[in-house]
């Protein structure tokens, strides 16, 4: 999404459990620009000024795209409760800074107590957020509020059920992760465009692909194939593609019945196998991953500018924030060049997307107007208010009544996105602890690319860090 800035791990003395890194390229960056909704929604204005006593609601974000479109959508919030005899005010904090930066104050000002009414943020810091006590519970709200299970994608509701059975956040936008392809680089080398269907598929494809291109790791080489790997990513290698590999195995990575991960088993070594693939065939852009911003000579310029690599990960934000018109690094003809596969499956099993929320929206647990504030999330999620903001940002619908509503229905991709979300949507919901296994596939991964490590190795110290970072009650091995 963007100009991507990884998220690190959250100052660990602020919370009483394991700190939870935020997902690093699922947030559009706060340096990107889109093309702006040119209407702001309306609610009908109060016909008689109203009496109650006045209600100063905040709201704090920290990216300029989305601040921009919650000045357009915030009025129409007041003046639907003024036409409901309520008195509130919406005072925006904007806080214009990259996700690290943000992660540590919203951190600071949850446990001071100073913490904005209603903040927006990963849905992977939500976990430990909630078990520090900083979040409003959400769950009989939810519950109550029709449209929550009517319209609201179910992927989206399971993955907003914590371990105690509780929702503690609600989605903001959604977006699915596939594999984005050059197909005018695939096609100028006689390569074929089909999807695959199995890993093997997709190494064999790209095997031949890289054999016409010549040296992917020499002088201004042209690779194949990119899996994210190395801590410089933040939590992207998780996020954006090893958990992508790891589903493909039909494995399990945290065990619901005992409350414990999953650090060692048959399907984690497979999945490290892939990347392996990647190192033996000397297919991926293994020095460019030492860049201090390598999404930045990777995708931005070898995928988007150069055309010099010809596969990768990327999430649907990606038609507005990296490579459309006004994006990072455009791409002229963008729908001509470019074809989505879904991830391919270690056994042929149909291929898919993984689906998930773009953010996650939260209340604090010390809001003094509880209410109010889950009015203004009904609102942000709903009708013509959401439809500004999924525009916006370029992220797809949390709900299934929002394809006819401008401008979301002026994106023929946000539109057609919703498809392959809703027929091949996999998940997994991001249990406490998560943070220490982003860590770990980050660091194994890039040993596995840079093929200093193999896969079996990989998978060992994968165990380990996981179990020194969980404790050796919070893990198990896979019977």
Not at 199 to 226: H, P, S, V
Request: charge should be negative; charged fraction near 20%.
């Amino acid at each position: 999404m963007q100009t991507r800035k990884p998220v690190a791990a959250l100052v660990s003395v602020v919370f009483a459990v394991s700190a939870c890194a935020g997902a690093a390229s699922p947030s559009p960056s706060a340096g990107a620009v889109s093309q702006a909704p040119s209407a702001a929604p309306s609610a009908a204005p109060s016909t008689a000024p109203t009496t109650a006593a006045p209600i100063e609601l905040t709201v704090m974000e920290h990216q300029q795209l989305r601040i921009d479109a919650l000045k357009q959508v915030l009025p129409g919030f007041e003046a639907q409760e003024a036409a409901a005899g309520k008195n509130v005010k919406v005072k925006l904090i904007e806080n214009v800074s990259n996700d690290q930066e943000f992660q540590t104050k919203i951190t600071l000002d949850y446990s001071t107590g100073n913490a904005a009414d209603v903040i927006s943020y990963p849905g992977s810091w939500v976990p430990d957020f909630a078990a520090a006590g900083y979040l409003l519970d959400l769950t009989d709200r939810l519950k109550a509020w029709p449209d929550w299970e009517q319209h609201f994608w179910k992927v989206l509701r399971d993955r907003t059920v914590s371990e105690d059975g509780k929702n503690w956040w609600m989605p903001n936008g959604a977006f699915y992760q596939a594999l984005w392809v050059r197909k005018d680089v695939l096609d100028a080398n006689g390569v074929s465009t089909e999807q695959p269907k199995t890993w093997d598929e997709l190494i064999d494809r790209a095997k031949e692909l890289q054999a016409k291109l010549g040296d992917c790791n020499g002088g201004d080489g042209k690779c194949a194939l990119q899996l994210e790997g190395g801590p410089q990513w933040g939590t992207g290698p998780f996020d954006e593609s090893w958990v992508d590999v790891f589903q493909g195995t039909g494995g399990k990575l945290y065990d619901d019945a005992t409350g414990k991960w999953i650090v060692r088993s048959k399907a984690l070594t497979d999945s490290f196998k892939i990347y392996q693939a990647l190192a033996d065939n000397k297919l991926a852009p293994w020095k460019r991953l030492l860049d201090p911003n390598p999404w930045e000579p990777t995708q931005y310029v070898m995928f988007g500018q150069k055309a010099s690599l010809a596969i990768m990960p990327e999430g649907s934000y990606g038609w507005i924030f990296d490579f459309g018109p006004t994006g990072a690094a455009p791409i002229p003809d963008i729908n001509n060049k470019i074809i989505v596969w879904r991830f391919p499956t270690q056994d042929g099993s149909p291929p898919f997307v993984w689906a998930t929320e773009t953010w996650a929206w939260t209340i604090a647990a010390k809001t003094k107007h509880p209410d109010e504030a889950f009015d203004l999330l009904k609102y942000l999620t709903s009708g013509k208010a959401a439809a500004v903001l999924y525009a916006a940002v370029g992220s797809l619908a949390v709900r299934d009544d929002m394809a006819n509503i401008p401008p979301y229905s002026d994106y023929k991709f946000l539109v057609d996105g919703l498809k392959d979300f809703g027929e091949a949507g996999v998940s997994f919901r991001f249990p406490v602890g998560i943070s220490k296994v982003q860590e770990a596939v980050a660091k194994v991964t890039l040993d596995l690319l840079m093929g200093t490590k193999d896969a079996n190795a990989a998978a060992e110290d994968f165990a380990t860090m996981v179990t020194e970072g969980l404790g050796a009650d919070k893990v198990e091995n896979a019977p």
